[in-house]
């Protein structure tokens, strides 16, 4: 994360209770839209929902892409490292006899 959009998050989330919601949801929605800042849905004053803007919606998905990636890359190295020491086992029976 950039100095920049460091700048665009505040310190104390926008919230809105499930009422005001249905009562002002254009509005809401607008400044999500706008502000590009999360909206966070309260019930009883705990959080039920956020609501984000699309870009700021594809960049938390971009970002989770990239990590599971990063994982699977991290698996697949490990898995060939113990491959190459033969560190490796060969399952007999199922994964529950394992858990025993």
């Known amino acids: 994360m950039n100095l920049r959009d460091m700048s665009r998050i505040q310190i104390f989330p926008q919230t809105a209770s499930v009422q005001e919601m249905q009562r002002n949801y254009r509005k809401l929605l607008d400044q999500v839209k706008s502000s590009r800042n999360p909206l966070f849905i309260l019930r009883n004053n705990v959080p039920e929902a956020v ?11 971009d970002k989770l892409i990239d990590q599971e990636y990063r994982e699977a890359g991290r698996a697949i190295q490990s898995f060939k490292k113990e491959q190459k020491q033969k560190k490796l086992k060969t399952l007999k029976g199922s994964l529950v006899d394992l858990m025993r």
């Open 51 to 61: 609501i984000v803007d699309v870009l700021s919606w594809n960049k938390i998905a």
